[in-house]
């Protein structure tokens, strides 16, 4: 599986931006995507993720209810609707994919088996 992250930038404080994760090499409806971040000199941490098997999604309790991720399954894409961007939100963003999962552990880095490049968000104050 390959997988592309695109949409960062430089966005002021209360902005929004939207990330796009677009998967090939494998079936995607049976992906299961997860977004990460790594700020500078921090661990990358789990953002949000949409499993292929339903319609539940999962935040980290810092972004929830400012974040929105979605899926577009005919064009093998997942979006990451971002808003009201703080400063703290300036990391690296990375998405993820693990085939046919069904445990139940997406914040996980360990669980998912692809990543993609990373895309770079700045939010300036």
């Known amino acids: 599986v390959q997988l592309q992250a695109s949409g960062g930038g430089l966005v002021q404080a209360g902005g929004s931006l939207r990330l796009s994760c677009a998967a090939s090499g494998r079936t995607f409806s049976r992906l299961t995507i997860g977004w990460f971040r790594q700020a500078p000199g921090k661990e990358r941490e789990f953002v949000s993720a949409?499993?292929?098997?339903?319609?539940?999604?999962y935040y980290a309790n810092s972004v929830k209810g400012r974040f929105t991720i979605s899926r577009d399954n005919a064009k093998s894409t997942v979006y990451l609707q971002m808003d009201s961007l703080k400063p703290e939100d300036t990391a690296v963003y990375y998405c993820?994919?693990?085939?046919?999962?069904?445990?139940?552990?997406?914040?996980?880095?360990?669980?998912?088996?692809?990543w993609g490049q990373g895309t770079l968000v700045t939010v300036s104050s």
């Open positions: 993820a994919a693990v085939g046919d999962y069904t445990s139940g552990y997406y914040s996980a880095r360990s669980t998912y088996e692809y």
């Open positions: 949409i499993p292929w098997s339903g319609p539940n999604t």
